[in-house]
């Protein structure tokens, strides 16, 4: 690849190679603030490589290869590369890490504690873990909670937080300006811009915690709670994990003292304030 970088974000380090220098330096810009780790042993590849010769040129068409690859993926156009990018990192991850068990998931941390956030796209999660990231909690990740396997620790994946249509404006309203990634329109999930999470995020990504609450978000509805019982609570879990089955009797160890350890709820929550002010009151009662 002509274009490239390399990025360490939590546990694992990318290499992000590109034919157009476009996706690149987008990635430089908002990854500023990450370890610079240039010429580093990457545990994963990304490939951003035209979908034939004269796609490089004319009406650009990016397809996401790498490590790990999906042969029936549908092109992306150049001007999503850096949403082109940030797939293929959830891609390598999803189907290669095996170092811990990974869950579709938000979380946050409070004095050494983390809140985790599982739900269907669109259920809120990204922009409730962005907007207590701005508030008082550190992010710990948006795309992944990766749950150690012996220790029962939370890790952080602080990447990118990927924001959807509304959610855009919310967001862009509490956080400076440098911090916000292009817009990029019409993408097949809408309009998606990227939050840089707060630096304090980066600087202790080295730093897990061990999960206190776990939530199931819905936004959309009038204030309502209710616990989840811990049946339900591990076959969401085992639905929301890329490699549970990859990882075999570990995945199930660990995922069963986390159901037995970790008290959940389901919030409905008709706005970010009101999710806000019930996340403190459950964290001050449960957690």
């Given at each position: 690849m002509r274009h490239s970088l390399t990025l360490r974000i939590g546990p694992a380090t990318f290499r992000i190679g590109s034919a157009w220098a476009q996706p690149i330096d987008q990635l430089?810009?908002?990854?500023?603030?990450?370890?610079?780790?240039?010429?580093?042993i990457a545990d994963f590849t990304v490939r951003l490589q035209p979908t034939s010769a004269v796609r490089r040129w004319v009406r650009p068409s990016i397809f996401i290869t790498g490590d790990h690859g999906l042969a029936d993926a549908a092109p992306m156009s150049l001007?999503?590369?850096?949403?082109?990018?940030?797939?293929?990192?959830?891609?390598?991850?999803?189907?290669?890490?095996?170092r811990h068990l990974l869950l579709h998931a938000s979380s946050v941390e409070k004095d050494g504690r983390v809140l985790v956030m599982t739900g269907?796209?669109?259920?809120?999660?990204?922009?409730?873990?962005?907007?207590?990231?701005?508030?008082?909690?550190?992010l710990m990740g948006d795309e992944f909670a990766l749950l150690d396997l012996d220790s029962g620790t939370i890790l952080p994946f602080p990447r990118l937080v990927s924001l959807k249509n509304k959610a855009i404006e919310v967001i862009a309203g509490e956080v400076p300006a440098a911090r916000m990634g292009p817009l990029l329109g019409a993408t097949a999930k809408g309009d998606i811009r990227h939050m840089v999470p707060r630096a304090d995020a980066v600087a202790r990504m080295g730093e897990g915690g061990m999960p206190a609450l776990l939530l199931f978000p819905r936004f959309g509805s009038g204030p309502a709670e209710r616990p989840v019982g811990q049946g339900e609570v591990f076959m969401r879990l085992t639905q929301a994990s890329t490699n549970y089955v990859a990882l075999g009797e570990p995945a199930f160890a660990a995922l069963t003292r986390f159901v037995a350890q970790v008290p959940a709820r389901a919030i409905d929550f008709p706005s970010g304030e009101a999710a806000i002010a019930m996340v403190d009151r459950l964290w001050s009662e449960i957690a």
């Open positions: 430089k810009r908002l990854y500023a603030d990450y370890p610079d780790v240039d010429g580093a001007a999503h590369g850096l949403l082109a990018a940030e797939m293929g990192m959830n891609l390598q991850m999803a189907l290669g890490w095996r269907e796209s669109g259920s809120g999660k990204s922009t409730l873990a962005a907007q207590l990231g701005e508030r008082g909690w550190r």
